[in-house]
């Protein structure tokens, strides 16, 4: 079975400060796919970044950036400068291998709760 | 991406009755999932919607409950049914497969905040 653990409930801090989200996820598979999204006030939920698991490449976009570790099944989140409109809910999400029954279901971490105070 | 509108965006409804939630996508998409968020919780998967065919349930919901309808591949319905106030919850849409190609990015609708009196 698979499950995703965001030990951290939330998280304060001002802003222009950095900002790290762990995310530890467990999984069978082999190959998967993992996820982070957006969560502010408004309710939507806004996709951040998919990692394939046969990809361990950090990636950086812009003030975001993401450090993939398979060794330790970890999925890092770093904002980088926060700024005020970086205060939301941030979820990371596992995908496992795709077949016919299991494609595109996402289970969820608890989430991270951002403030970022002026 | 895709996008993704559902109707009503929020209803407030009284105990024992029922809500139907529209799901529509601008282009025709693969998959299409339904979620359930509880105040101040995480999304749990509630089906998978199958064009033509039956959804696929996940443990702890079932169809008499939460039917979920498929007729194309841009739009899908979820009725949330007999409701209680434990029902009280943001239901959302997602998407995936997108595209001529396939595409493991999934996309959230805005989301249907429902309040149960």
């Known amino acids: 079975a698979q499950k995703v653990t965001q030990a951290q409930t939330e998280i304060s801090v001002v802003e222009k400060e950095d900002v790290t989200l762990d995310c530890v996820y467990e999984?069978?598979?082999?190959?998967?796919?993992l996820f982070w999204y957006k969560q502010p006030p408004s309710g939507e939920l806004v996709f951040l970044i998919r990692?394939?698991?046969?990809?361990?490449q950090n990636e950086i976009s812009g003030r975001y950036s993401w450090n993939f570790q398979k060794s330790t099944s970890s999925f890092n989140f770093t904002i980088t400068a926060s700024q005020v409109v970086d205060s939301a809910v941030y979820f990371c999400?596992?995908?496992?291998?795709?077949?016919?029954?299991?494609?595109?279901?996402?289970?969820f971490g608890a989430g991270t709760q951002v403030v970022v105070t002026p | 991406s895709a996008v993704i509108s559902q109707k009503p965006s929020r209803d407030i409804c009284q105990r024992g009755t029922s809500l139907t939630i529209q799901c529509q996508v601008d282009?025709?998409?693969?998959?299409m999932f339904w979620y359930r968020q509880q105040p101040g919780q995480s999304l749990t998967l509630i089906a998978t919607a199958n064009q033509g065919s039956e959804a696929t349930y996940e443990s702890g919901f079932v169809i008499d409950k939460f039917p979920i309808s498929r007729p194309n591949l841009t739009f899908s319905t979820l009725t949330v049914s007999n409701m209680s106030p434990e029902d009280s919850s943001i239901y959302l849409c997602?998407?995936?497969?997108?595209?001529?190609?396939?595409?493991?990015?999934?996309?959230f609708g805005p989301g249907t905040r429902l309040t149960v009196t």
């Open positions: 997602s998407v995936a497969g997108t595209g001529k190609r396939s595409s493991y990015e999934q996309y």
């Open positions: 282009s025709q998409v693969t998959m």
């Open positions: 999400a596992l995908s496992e291998a795709v077949t016919t029954d299991s494609w595109g279901k996402l289970q």
């Open positions: 990692r394939n698991s046969f990809d361990e």
């Open positions: 999984t069978r598979d082999t190959t998967y796919y």
